[in-house]
């Protein structure tokens, strides 16, 4: 299958400053990539859908001055947390829709992004 | 508001038997139906999709599809330990034309040795 790979896997930092999380599809072009946040034992979340090229679509009471996509080609898109802060605390995870237009398409997902906010 | 449920559980079972997972969805325009994977820390992983209605199997693994009810199930045959982790149900929804999923909060499955 299609691989995704998102990086970094985790990252610890402190409040008020910016992390940046990158996901790359390594053989496929990806037009569009979703984040998403899980907190524990909750589901996952959709954040925003990515679109290369344009400005990304944020789900209701997402901030998007907060949380910052860009998807600038193919293979790449990534997430900015600005200003972090505790609550921010989570698992981001992104996916990209694989080849081909059904709509059986899976959805492959990168590794995860464990963020610590302290 | 589009909505994919599923019994949180834990759901324990002996190794060897089946397993049972259970989804329903209030989208009644939904298209495709996903089974995910995830295990703690760790990003979900596909098992299976299903799109029309009946069965459909992959070894030990079958989805089962009732668009009429709304519901979607995964069945686990023989299970082992290393089938423990949180299966997700994910729907497609009528009308994602950026093919977005919906996703239930999980049923954690755990098989006991």
């Known amino acids: 299958g299609a691989v995704v790979s998102q990086h970094p896997s985790w990252v610890i930092c402190k409040s008020g400053t910016s992390v940046k999380i990158e996901c790359r599809s390594l053989?496929?072009?990806?037009?569009?990539m979703f984040w998403y946040r899980q907190f524990p034992k909750q589901s996952l979340m959709l954040m925003a859908t990515?679109?290369?090229?344009?400005?990304?679509?944020?789900e209701q009471g997402v901030e998007k001055d907060k949380f910052l996509i860009n998807h600038a080609s193919l293979t790449l898109s990534t997430l900015t947390v600005t200003s972090a802060h505790p609550e921010d605390s989570s698992f981001y995870i992104c996916?990209?829709?694989?080849?081909?237009?059904?709509?059986?398409?899976?959805?492959?997902f990168g590794q995860g992004t464990r963020l610590t906010v302290v | 508001q589009k909505e994919v449920e599923q019994n949180s559980g834990p759901l324990s079972v002996p190794e060897g038997a089946i397993a049972s997972l259970n989804c329903t969805y209030s989208d009644r325009g939904s298209q495709s139906f996903f089974w995910y994977r995830q295990y703690s820390g760790k990003s979900p992983e596909l098992i299976m999709f299903i799109y029309s209605n009946g069965d459909k199997e992959d070894g030990r693994f079958t989805a089962q599809l009732n668009k009429a009810s709304q519901y979607v199930s995964l069945l686990i045959r023989d299970s082992q330990p290393s089938d423990s982790a949180t299966y997700l149900c994910a729907v497609r929804p009528s009308g994602a034309g950026s093919y977005q999923l919906t996703f239930g909060k999980g049923t954690k499955l755990s098989v006991i040795p």
């Open positions: 996916s990209a829709r694989g080849p081909g237009t059904t709509l059986n398409t899976e959805a492959f």
């Open positions: 053989d496929f072009q990806a037009t569009t």
């Open positions: 990515s679109n290369e090229g344009s400005k990304a679509t944020y």
